[in-house]
């Protein structure tokens, strides 16, 4: 049957058209955006994991630059701890020296006192964003301070931030409002004299006397008269020793907390790139499959487009009929 109030053949024709320029849009649209999941009508819970997964990068990306604040405040901390150690071995071979027979000890002792400032200087100085991890000179202790080192999130959806803590109490090195939480200031007691070997300390020295701040109760400041007898150096020598232990100790959970940082910011950075290529298989389009689809569309937009000016030439031929 052949009608001009309705052509079956145009109509099937337009619909096949529409079709193919729809998937045209689609495939232009991949190739546009290089998402084969831009929106959640694309796909839903593909679109919904990747937005959650690129919600969590960004929440590693802030971890990783708290890693590197925390790694620039450890490694000043180290470097302040690294040149009180040594200034500590050098007040140590200065008081060695002190212990041999005619040597001038108000002269090493003027030594000594630079050497001490010195250590004052080092640890006051040991400040990165506001924060001293060597130096407290306010009435609150140090305490442990929390580095955020990664971002969680569990098989029930919850999310949890991990930190990495440094209880700065092992390092402090001078407190000014309590002699007693400075491994400088406080009072180091040991054994010397006759009480060497004994088990039993009866002498307790400390380092340095914070500006303002008192000394350790039964504590004697490691300072050098000419009349210093020599058991009381020997005994200034051990408490020097004890100390330079203590702050070996310290720089030595620095250095594990730096290389703790460093692994952790490597760990970091892979598993962003892990999530990247997790979320980009998930929504990211094949260039190449979709340029060859596009390729194909295109030709059936051409034959689409034919086939409908054929089917719509129909009329055309029933008017000749009734020319004739």
């Known amino acids: 049957m052949t009608s001009i109030l309705t052509n079956s053949a145009a109509m099937a024709a337009l619909q096949t058209l529409r079709s193919i320029n729809t998937n045209m849009e689609d495939v232009q649209s991949r190739i546009s955006s290089g998402y084969r999941v831009e929106t959640a009508a694309d796909n839903a819970a593909y679109w919904s994991i990747a937005t959650t997964m690129r919600s969590d990068n960004a929440a590693l990306s802030t971890v990783q630059d708290a890693l590197g604040l925390g790694a620039a405040k450890v490694d000043t901390s180290y470097a302040g701890m690294s040149s009180a150690i040594e200034v500590v071995s050098e007040i140590k071979a200065k008081l060695v020296a002190a212990r041999e027979p005619g040597v001038d000890k108000t002269k090493i002792n003027k030594e000594l006192n630079e050497l001490k400032n010195q250590l004052a200087s080092a640890a006051e100085s040991a400040s990165f964003s506001g924060e001293n991890w060597l130096y407290n000179d306010t009435t609150t202790p140090a305490g442990i301070k929390s580095i955020v080192a990664s971002f969680n999130r569990s098989t029930n959806g919850s999310v949890s931030v991990t930190t990495l803590d440094y209880d700065t109490a092992e390092s402090i090195l001078i407190d000014t409002q309590d002699s007693s939480l400075g491994q400088l200031t406080k009072g180091v007691a040991v054994e010397q004299g006759a009480a ?129």
Do not use: C, W
């Open 196 to 324: 060497v070997g004994t088990g039993t300390a009866n002498a307790t020295y400390h380092l340095v006397l914070a500006a303002g701040g008192t000394a350790p109760t039964g504590s004697v400041l490691i300072d050098l008269t000419s009349a210093t007898p020599d058991d009381d150096i020997e005994g200034m020598i051990s408490a020097v020793d004890k100390m330079l232990s203590n702050l070996t100790d310290a720089a030595s959970t620095l250095g594990a907390i730096t290389s703790r940082i460093d692994m952790q910011e490597n760990f970091v950075a892979n598993l962003m790139d892990v999530i990247d290529k997790g979320v980009g298989r998930l929504v990211d389009a094949d260039m190449n499959e979709e340029s060859t689809r596009l390729k194909a569309l295109q030709t059936q937009q051409q034959l689409g487009i034919q086939a409908l000016s054929i089917a719509n030439t129909n009329s055309e031929n029933i008017l000749r009929l009734f020319q004739q």
